[in-house]
């Protein structure tokens, strides 16, 4: 899954990892990458961390704290 709110760079990102051969979830802000998530359990995610609403950090923050078993021993900072 790959969540950026500027579509240029979406448009990039998804690019460059579908041409390796993954499958890519799109979501333009937060908001919208929570509801993916929950629904559909992404494997990766690469996500903002400036975004208006909810933005990358809260996300990731959200998700360690509710979805332990799903993410929090693959989550990585940079």
Known sequence: MVI???LSKLKLI?????????NI???T??????Q???ESKPVAI???IVMPGISGFELCRFIKTNLTKTYANNMKYN
């Open 36 to 38: 993916i998530i929950l």
């Open 46 to 48: 690469v996500t903002d």
């Open 4 to 6: 950026e709110n500027c």
């Open 29 to 34: 802000s937060g908001k919208e990458a929570l």
């Open 14 to 22: 998804s690019h460059y990892l579908s041409d390796r051969g993954y």
């Open 25 to 27: 979830i799109k979501a």
